[in-house]
């Protein structure tokens, strides 16, 4: 049987990029299960914005394009004709959009303003003009700012395109192995510990808190309230976070116990929310950590764990990868990413422009709701880290 064709939409790809880490895997292959073979899709085309964007730490440039070119993938010069794949028309039946990196102007919230939403719109347009709707993947979270982000959500549903989004943290490994909030139980309070940029890795610490508090009793309901604090405000914020919890998050990386405090005390960015069920969470980012790690609390369980991610090679991208194949292959996305995506992109927008004065707590737009299924197949939550991984 012919596997599913794929276009690869991305703003660069440079070494250790997301396109290299997520996309090399998908044109040539990768081990499952202890054995290599190839992916489950076939890439047929791709558009790379900016070829030769050099890394942060000087990475060769232009690796995509040799890649590609050696792998035998064509690349078109708009997301259009990659759609395309060289005849008129949508002739792939998935699209993966890699909308990070690469030069981009930042906004005066400090926003990196990435052209998620133009990509997806260009691939939506060509759908359109086809007459032929296929699912899309879009790789973290679905646009910088809530408004282009529910747009993209909102023509997706209307126009029955399968949609997943997300980043690798809610399905990489745990540390203990296999830890989860316990499925349909009440939760109080979450508190996730992060490092790096507010907004990159904000995101990511977001998702963190939704992948466990997601679980709790009723599901996620949305937030009514969304505060940030950088700069000067950075104590005010630590100040509604239960110190004992907030500890317990950042004991739970892999640092030493007499590190903890000073973690704590290097924390630069804080982003706390109330969920409409009464639930409160709290993102803090310090600049003395070096992973991502949760503990949350209810009336009747606590868990405290790592959210565990491998350096080079970025192994935990495999299993990102492996949930846009299965939405490719079925035609519907494994988890509610997109949702899930939509929910923590709009606290993190509404978090930036609150630390600069720009909007007041109230979030009533963020109030989207949506359910999980207790157990999602293919990630890393069960297994120990590194067991099907190239290391």
Request: proline residues 7%; aromatic residues 8%; contains cysteine.
């Amino acid at each position: 049987m012919a596997r599913p064709r794929v276009a690869l939409i991305m703003t660069t790809w440079f070494r250790g990029s997301h396109a290299d880490v997520l996309c090399t895997d998908l044109v040539q292959g990768y081990e499952w299960n202890g054995e290599f073979g190839p992916a489950r899709v076939e890439v047929v085309s791709a558009y790379l914005e900016q070829p030769d964007t050099v890394g942060p730490e000087g990475q060769e440039p232009s690796v995509g394009l040799k890649f590609l070119n050696e792998q035998g993938v064509p690349l078109y010069p708009t997301p259009a004709e990659a759609l395309g794949a060289g005849s008129p028309g949508v002739n792939v039946d998935g699209v993966i959009i890699v909308g990070e990196h690469g030069t981009y102007e930042e906004n005066e919230y400090g926003q990196q303003v990435y052209p998620r939403r133009r990509f997806f719109d260009a691939c939506l347009s060509a759908m359109i003009a086809a007459d032929r709707f296929v699912p899309v993947f879009n790789d973290k979270h679905l646009a910088w700012n809530f408004t282009d982000a529910k747009a993209m959500y909102d023509n997706a549903e209307r126009l029955g395109v399968p949609l997943l989004a997300g980043s690798t943290i809610p399905v990489s490994w745990r540390k203990p192995q296999a830890a989860e909030w316990p499925y349909g139980a009440p939760m109080t309070e979450i508190v996730c510990a992060t490092y790096g940029p507010f907004e990159r890795y904000g995101y990511h610490g977001l998702e963190g808190v939704q992948a466990f508090a997601e679980r709790r009793a009723g599901g996620e309901v949305g937030v009514s309230e969304v505060r940030g604090y950088d700069g000067d405000r950075v104590a005010e914020g630590l100040a509604t976070i239960d110190p004992d919890l907030l500890h317990l998050a950042v004991a739970a990386h892999p640092i030493e116990p007499d590190e903890v405090d000073e973690a704590i005390a290097k924390i630069k960015y804080v982003i706390t929310a109330v969920h409409r069920d009464g639930l409160r969470s709290a993102t803090v980012i310090s600049e003395g950590l070096k992973s991502f790690a949760i503990a949350a609390r209810g009336p009747e369980h606590a868990v405290a764990a790592e959210l565990h991610l491998q350096g080079d090679p970025h192994s935990h991208f495999r299993f990102l990868g492996r949930a846009a194949e299965q939405m490719i292959i079925d035609g519907a996305p494994p988890f509610p990413g997109a949702r899930r995506s939509l929910l923590t992109g709009g606290i993190l927008d509404h978090a930036m422009r609150n630390a600069r004065g720009a909007v007041e707590p109230e979030a009533s737009h963020l109030g989207i709701d949506y359910t999980v299924a207790e157990h999602i197949p293919d990630t890393g939550v069960y297994l120990a880290p590194y067991e099907h991984a190239d290391n």
